[in-house]
């Protein structure tokens, strides 16, 4: 695995605990409209040099990361900075993960047509809206609600009608839409959720940040049989999970 896995979200969340009060907003429009040729001549390049360049390879995935506007998932102080090799705060102490992690989870998750996908952790909907162009259906959970209720307005206005949303605890899933065949999470809790085991699908495949100051990534597979295996695809940083995972011992 490429050393380039490890995050550098920690600028991310001192910059993010500056901008907490700030309202996020989606980008502007007159910049969505007059520069759109500019932003998805980024969104290639960022393919070519932080995706390809190391060890994504999957074409959805690649076709995906070049087509969901990252720019438009970002406050508008951000903007040109959305398709840099870098997380980026969104307000609320949270952050948007670096294009070449959402690529790693979402390649490791095996997304795939067909596929129903939970996102745990939604933050600005990137991560829902690339699951959004690889899987079928796609849940996503979002513990703080104006993130939450954000989030669903940018994916309905982007035209992501296979995203269904809600305000809740991640650590808890969805049991009421379960099984999934991928479940990408976006915050580290300090062990796997037993509920996210539990609601994985036979043959799926959950992706998740593990620990507190050293987190790893870590991939869990159910086999057809119901038996568990997990690995480590190495070192990362995000940002911790909150509600029930902060009651764990």
């Given amino acids: 695995m490429s050393p380039d896995v490890v995050s550098t979200v920690l600028f991310a969340l001192a910059a993010a605990a500056a901008m907490a009060a700030l309202p996020f907003v989606a980008a502007c429009s007159h910049h969505a409209a007059g520069d759109a040729r500019s932003d998805e001549a980024r969104r290639a390049d960022m393919v070519r040099s932080q995706l390809e360049s190391r060890d994504i390879t999957d074409p959805a995935v690649l076709a995906a990361m070049r087509k969901v506007p990252r720019h438009l ?71 703080l609600c104006d993130l939450a209720r954000e989030a669903e307005e940018r994916l309905k206005r982007l035209g992501y009608t296979n995203v269904t949303g809600r305000c809740g605890d991640g650590w808890a899933g969805w049991p009421e839409v379960a099984p999934f065949d991928v479940i990408v999470v976006a ?63």
């Fill in 73 to 143: 998932f970002v406050p508008p102080s951000m903007v040109d900075e959305a398709y840099k090799d870098k997380p980026l705060p969104i307000g609320l102490e949270q952050t948007i993960s670096q294009p070449y992690i959402v690529a790693l989870m979402t390649q490791l998750a095996r997304a795939a047509p067909g596929k129903k996908a939970l996102d745990v952790g939604t933050g600005s909907g990137y991560q829902a809206a690339v699951l959004a162009e690889t899987c079928g259906e796609v849940y996503t959970v979002e513990i």
């Fill in 187 to 249: 915050a580290a809790p300090p062990e796997i959720p037993e509920p996210l085991i539990r609601q994985l699908a036979p043959g799926g495949r959950l992706v998740i940040p593990v620990g507190g100051l050293s987190q790893e990534l870590v991939v869990v597979e159910k086999g057809s049989d119901g038996t568990v295996r997990r690995w480590s695809a190495g070192g990362v940083r995000f940002v911790p999970m909150t509600g029930e995972a902060q009651r764990q011992p």
